[in-house]
């Protein structure tokens, strides 16, 4: 019963972090949004049963638009050394869990649950600036987050030549605690560019001369192993 416990605390604290509908404006209060969006479902087919299946396992992420491609896997075992491996994804299931599932139990020669993600950029948008890495949890009757910076673009900018084709990193939580129900999720962010509404489209109050799109995964989550 613990356990269940657990698990709703942590899909309580992703709703607080990310809203009903949206991830949060979290970061540059003078960037904004725009109100397109994207949902991503990783599948072995594009039947409708193939992507049933991918929505079940929650192996899912959203973007603002743009047809940003996103892998997130969480494990115990160190996924720095694989993730320049031309065989990384089939290792990082093997090993690990994708997004939308839970960690394993932590194995008593860990210390840390330790990510690995990977970023494409859509070919019709601008370059990436950089992966981050948010970490929620419950304390104290609230939601709490950490936002980690895993990977950046060198010189990332407005200009569209900067950022990157693609990111890549692992990232240990240096914050981890074993008695602590956790939960992470991926974020890539394209570099910013000048914010430029369609025709016809409604202003905001107070508008925003950037724009930063962006990816968001389904969350992986760390559950203690209960007490016996």
Known sequence: MKANIMDVNNRKIYKLILGK????????????????????????????????????????????????????FGGWINLSDMINDPNFVEKAYELGVP???TLKHKPANASAPIFAVWAE????????????????????GSAREQIYDVAKAEYAATAKETGEAQLIAAWTDPDFIVGQPA?????????????????????????????QERAWTSPIWYTPRPLR
Do not use: H
């Open 99 to 101: 997004m939308g599932e």
């Open 21 to 72: 509908i949206n991830e949060p404006n979290v970061g540059d209060k003078n960037l904004i949004f725009c109100k397109r969006g994207s949902t991503a479902v990783w599948t072995t087919n594009n039947s409708s049963e193939g992507i049933l299946d991918g929505l079940n396992r929650n192996e899912s992420y959203e973007t603002t638009g743009p047809l940003i491609r996103i892998r997130f």
């Open 183 to 211: 939960l992470y999720y991926a974020r890539v962010l394209e570099i910013p560019t000048l914010y430029l509404p369609d025709e016809g489209n409604e202003q905001l109050e107070t508008p925003s001369p950037m724009i």
């Open 121 to 140: 950029k859509d070919p019709e948008s601008l370059n990436l600036e950089r992966i981050q890495i948010i970490k929620g949890w419950y304390a104290n």
